[in-house]
């Protein structure tokens, strides 16, 4: 089962909510109508799709230079 709650609500029913979700519910949370984050139990994980966002994120950054200089470049030198 899946239940939408606004942030303010989620803020105030917190606790409700870990315990819901501990149970197997999945509860979206929204701001301003807008999905925001997802409470799922550790167990339905998609542990697929976690290594395809971090591919994704790798392959995004792949190449990307600024003013020149290459990201990899600028942390070599201690810089964030």
Same mark, same amino acid.
């Given at each position: 089962? +899946?239940?939408?709650?606004?942030?303010?609500?989620?803020?105030?029913?917190?606790?409700?909510? !870990? %315990?819901?979700?501990?149970?197997?519910?999945?509860?979206?949370? +929204?701001?301003?109508?807008? @999905?925001?984050?997802? !409470?799922? @139990?550790?167990?339905?994980? %998609?542990? %697929?799709?976690?290594?395809?966002?971090?591919?994704?994120?790798?392959?995004?950054?792949?190449?990307?230079?600024?003013?020149?200089?290459?990201?990899? +470049? !600028?942390?070599?030198?201690?810089? @964030?």
């Amino acid at each position: 089962m +899946s239940v939408t709650v606004g942030a303010h609500d989620a803020k105030t029913r917190f606790s409700e909510l !870990l %315990d819901r979700a501990a149970r197997g519910e999945v509860i979206t949370v +929204s701001r301003h109508g807008v @999905p925001v984050v997802r !409470l799922v @139990p550790v167990d339905q994980v %998609d542990h %697929d799709e976690e290594r395809r966002a971090v591919a994704k994120i790798r392959e995004t950054r792949r190449g990307v230079r600024l003013d020149g200089l290459a990201i990899r +470049s !600028l942390m070599n030198e201690g810089r @964030p």
